[in-house]
């Protein structure tokens, strides 16, 4: 009898390194040396976008499981990754407004306003929008992905429900709402979580992890906008936007409402 043997596993095998290293096309003439940074560390940021939502998920699993440490395990890690994204914009701002302008032409309308997989973390996180789904073609692959997420609970949504498994009264109207509505600031959720703040360490560690997730994407935005400003000023951007002016507005608006409420009385 013939024995099937499989090759040896290899790093390049499992890792698929030819086809990653196959992936870089600039599209300058030269071509321009710093567009393979550019194109570079997109990657990297998608790379990172599909971990992100990986981790995601599994948090928002674990919640609704009713596994507290293990939700907060997971959003450290999650955290962390957001700290390295917020922290890979250095290497792009070593790239000045010409070397930038050698290639932009080039880059025609893409943006990375066109980038589905953010677009996903915005609905996961409660940032959902009938208006960025509708820039998608209908039938695309991206245009499915987001249309699933919009339809599914966020992770204010797991949190709320794991709160309440825990024996907090969180109403029904919160439990059964309308996952594609924004999540607006809630007087009754906020008493649960003053109640939560005062005596339940476990479950107010939760609440600071996603506060510091707030905080963080909120890091990615200003950090990118700082960028922007300092590479191409007030130009409009490649994606069609008004560039930092339209980035600008997405600034400043709180993920978690209820979390930021409560400071003040705490
Ligand atoms: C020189 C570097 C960069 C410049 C000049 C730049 C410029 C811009 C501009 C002007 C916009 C507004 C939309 C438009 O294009 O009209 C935008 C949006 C965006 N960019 Fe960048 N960008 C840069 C690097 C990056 C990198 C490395 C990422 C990582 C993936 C990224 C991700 C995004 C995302 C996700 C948006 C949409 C933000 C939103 O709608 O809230 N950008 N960018």
Redesign the pocket.
């Known amino acids: 009898m013939t024995e099937t043997r499989n090759a040896a596993v290899t790093y390049e095998g499992y890792l698929k390194v030819d086809e990653l290293l196959s992936l870089q096309h600039p599209r300058s003439d030269g071509p321009e040396h710093d567009e393979m940074l550019?194109i570079i560390?997109?990657q990297v940021?998608?790379l990172w976008?599909k971990e992100l939502l990986h981790e995601l998920d599994h948090v928002m699993r674990l919640l609704r499981d009713d596994e507290p440490h293990r939700a907060q395990h997971t959003l450290k890690r999650i955290l962390t990754i957001l700290k390295v994204m917020v922290a890979?914009?250095d290497i792009?701002e070593t790239?000045t407004p010409l070397e930038?302008l050698s290639f932009?032409t080039r880059l025609e309308a893409a943006?990375?306003?066109q980038?589905a997989q953010?677009r996903q973390i915005?609905f996961v996180l409660g940032a959902k929008s009938e208006a960025v789904l509708g820039r998608f073609p209908e039938g695309s692959p991206s245009r499915a992905k987001l249309e699933k997420r919009y339809g599914e609970p966020t992770l204010w949504d797991a949190f709320l429900y794991y709160l309440s498994s825990e024996g907090y009264p969180v109403p029904a109207s919160h439990l059964t709402r309308v996952v594609s509505a924004p999540i607006e600031p809630a007087p009754e959720i906020q008493q649960i979580l003053l109640d939560v703040y005062r005596r339940d360490t476990k479950s107010a560690e939760i609440c600071e992890r996603l506060v510091d997730l707030d905080e963080g994407f909120a890091e990615w935005?200003y950090r990118?906008v700082r960028?922007?400003e300092r590479?191409?000023g007030t130009?409009?951007?490649?994606?069609?936007?008004?560039?930092?002016e339209?980035?600008r507005s997405?600034i400043g608006r709180n993920l978690f409402p209820d979390l930021w409420e409560i400071r003040a009385t705490l």
């Open positions: 550019f560390i997109h940021y998608e976008f890979q914009l792009l790239m930038f932009r943006s990375g306003f980038s953010f915005e935005r990118h960028m922007v590479t191409i130009k409009p951007g490649t994606g069609g936007s008004r560039g930092a339209y980035l997405t």
